[in-house]
């Protein structure tokens, strides 16, 4: 699996520094983080989905009974042929078993083509993704985060990463909105202190 590592210190933590103050206290400690990014967009996609609005804790245990019953070999033909019966019996619900068939479908009749995601931008790619049904900003922008490694990334739609972000600048009640206007200091290294506040958060 590929990864990718964040340090502190180093010339971008530096200059975040310098473009946003408030990040002193997250970002002049030395520190590293390895990030470890999902070389198969299907299988993100599909633990993504399994993952949402679950703990993390329910989440990682669904995954593992799944990939023990594909022998973690999870593949868009092996998706739709597995029983509903069984997906059920594995922790999936109703609407996530309809996701994830909906993608694998997708995928098989090339209506998408995960290969052509590295030359597109950003917001092409949130655009391409928000097409799969049960699939949406969130999921959108974790995919360029854990599969593609863009550098300028932040989710004020993840909880993680707005209550870090309230705790770190001591402002409890900033809205949706404030969150990302302030993410906009950290251009175009977000993805940077998006890892640190997660850490942070953690």
């Known amino acids: 699996m590929k990864k990718t590592i964040f340090k502190c210190p ?30 198969n967009p299907f299988v993100f996609l599909v633990e993504t989905i399994i993952g949402q609005q ?29 029983p509903i019966d069984e997906l059920r019996a594995l922790g999936v619900s109703g609407p996530k078993i309809n996701y994830m068939q909906s993608l694998a479908r997708m995928v098989i009749n090339q209506e998408i083509d995960f290969k052509a995601f ?11 993704l928000i ?7 969130w999921t959108a922008q974790m995919y360029l985060l854990f599969v593609l490694n863009r550098p300028d990334v932040f989710s004020s739609g993840d909880l993680g990463l707005r209550e870090s972000l ?16 302030h993410s ?19």
Do not use: C
């Open 184 to 202: 906009l200091k950290w251009q175009p290294y977000r993805t940077f202190v998006s890892h640190f506040l997660w850490h942070h958060w953690d």
């Open 54 to 82: 679950l703990s993390t804790k329910a989440a990682d245990a669904i995954r593992q009974r799944l990939n023990d019953r594909l022998n973690n070999k999870i593949t868009p033909e092996q998706i739709l042929e597995l």
């Open 10 to 39: 180093s010339p971008v933590a530096e200059k975040l520094m310098q473009q946003d103050p408030a990040l002193i206290p997250l970002l002049s400690k030395p520190h590293e983080i390895t990030v470890l990014l999902e070389e």
């Open 166 to 181: 309230k705790k770190l600048l001591n402002k409890p009640d900033m809205t949706l909105k404030e969150v990302e206007e």
């Open 118 to 128: 590295p030359t597109l931008t950003d917001q092409e790619v949130i655009h391409e």
């Open 131 to 137: 097409k799969i049904k049960g699939v949406g900003i």
